[in-house]
């Protein structure tokens, strides 16, 4: 058992939308600019809101998510990373209370408690006043244990904020304490879409907003009882994860760039521990696949936004292909697998993808089959035995004319349907995965890649 005493707060709201993400940044770039090192997270599933830590921390933010792991795998993820740091930030989900049906699961007060760590609300403190100590008194009410030990009121004025942060003085006498506000700040705003917040690398003035966001934490948020607060957290007790490890090395090729940017970079970590080297590669702008690689990964992303573009790249498009009909180990999550069918089909018409796969993807108009799941192998394959499964999750606009049939996915609560391609070289379908909610599954592509490998076959581009 190992145990460590990482300074530590996490960030929650009433709900979606309330700023969590626009305080979250602000925060941690306000701690950057004070030169501090920081490590970053997000509960639940979410890519993007990731992405805009990274920016700022400059390094890859992880996710925490209860529903993905156990107690124990979490806590070490969370300790992995957090590991020499002088702080932690970690972005909630949702509402604070939010999760997998009435009962909360996955929600980011699970996240708060399992860590044990101190949680800041976010109060929208738009067109309401004594109402909103009521709402903070709910939400510190609802639990015993509730973790929430500061609240931050987004949308406040500065002549509003004396009167909220003596109300709360008053009332919950240190309960909970007001660490600030941050006004409405237009010229700061993050731009949103179908499938969230508009990613960071596409934010053409994101340095800029970032700071504006940071000088306004430092004027209008308790900088130093927000640091003060996760000092006081308290020591996590965690056992480390061991993955399995493998003396022969492979080589990864990772789809990386504007279209392909969704994943968990826990899941990419795991294969390098286990001995594999991640090559990035770009199918907007690359020719063709890295050379001499043992398996490729096509994350999510957006590739309907990208569609003209990446149909213009013929030559990666037919890289891509002719790996897979030959026998390349790959793994290809929502957007990856909407590249490997024949066309993609936007408003500007229809383009031509990989045509690994019949059929196209298309816009239902809303989101699709969006939640948890668990996925159930119906047949053997490259990740796993048939019966076998792993936790998952499914979050898209867009649609295919057929998705596949040798898994079963199931939400939580109970309702099935039969999705992704798989062989003993290959995964394809709409539902992404962490490696961590199953090790095997990591272990089963690394050696599917050892086994491209050592056969010794064509890898010619």
């Not at 740091?85 to 009962?103: F, H, L, P, W």
């Not at 996240?111 to 510190?140: M, Q």
């Not at 490729?296 to 790996?323: C, F, H, T, V, W």
Request: glycine content about 8%.
């Amino acid at each position: 058992m190992k145990s460590n005493k990482f300074p530590r707060i996490i960030i929650g709201a009433g709900a979606s939308g309330a700023g969590k993400t626009t305080i979250t940044c602000a925060i941690i770039k306000a701690l950057v600019n004070r030169k501090l090192s920081v490590a970053s997270f997000k509960c639940g599933p979410d890519y993007i809101d990731t992405m805009f830590h990274g920016k700022i921390v400059g390094e890859k933010s992880r996710n925490l998510d209860p529903y993905f792991f156990s107690d124990n795998t979490l806590k070490f993820l969370f300790a992995n990373h957090a590991e020499g740091k002088d702080i932690s930030v970690v972005e909630g989900v949702m509402g604070y209370y939010d999760g997998i049906s009435m009962k909360g699961e996955a929600s980011t007060y699970e996240v708060a408690s399992i860590t044990d760590t101190p949680a800041i609300l976010i109060v929208n403190a738009k067109a309401a006043a004594l109402s909103i100590i009521a709402e903070i008194e709910g939400f510190l009410n609802f639990k015993e244990d509730s973790k929430i030990s500061g609240v931050v009121f987004n949308g406040c004025t500065e002549w509003m904020y004396p009167e909220l942060k003596k109300e709360v003085e008053e009332r919950f006498k240190g309960r909970v304490r007001p660490l600030g506000f941050l006004p409405n700040l237009p010229d700061a705003s993050l731009e949103s879409r179908h499938l969230g917040l508009v990613t960071a690398d596409e934010v053409e003035d994101i340095e800029e907003k970032l700071m504006l966001l940071a000088e306004a934490a430092e004027r209008y948020l308790d900088m130093e009882g927000i640091i003060n607060l996760a000092n006081s957290a308290s020591e996590i007790y965690f056992e480390d994860v061991i993955p399995p490890l493998f003396f022969d090395k492979i080589r990864i090729a990772v789809a990386r760039d504007k279209a392909f940017c969704f994943y968990y970079e826990d899941s990419l970590a795991l294969l390098e521990k286990m001995g594999a080297e991640i090559i990035e590669f770009s199918p907007l702008n690359d020719e063709l696949l890295p050379d001499e690689i043992d398996g490729i990964y096509l994350g999510g992303g957006y590739p309907e936004l990208y569609a003209k573009k990446l149909k213009e790249n013929q030559s990666m498009r037919s890289s891509i292909k002719a790996a897979i009909e030959r026998g390349l180990p790959c793994i290809a999550e929502c957007g990856g697998f909407m590249y490997l069918l024949e066309n993609i089909e936007v408003a500007e018409g229809t383009f031509e993808m990989t045509g690994a796969f019949p059929g196209k993807s298309f816009d239902a108009g809303r989101l699709v089959r969006f939640g948890y799941i668990e996925l159930e192998a119906k047949r053997d394959n490259m990740l796993c035995s048939v019966g076998e499964r792993i936790r998952g999750h499914e979050f898209h606009h867009w649609d295919a004319d057929f998705t596949g049939e040798d898994f079963v996915a199931t939400r939580p609560s109970g309702k099935s349907w039969p999705c992704v391609f798989a062989s003993e070289n290959l995964y394809a379908g709409y539902p992404h995965f962490h490696f961590y909610s199953n090790l095997k599954f990591a272990e089963n592509f690394y050696r599917a890649c050892l086994e491209w490998k050592e056969a010794g076959r064509d890898r010619d581009n």
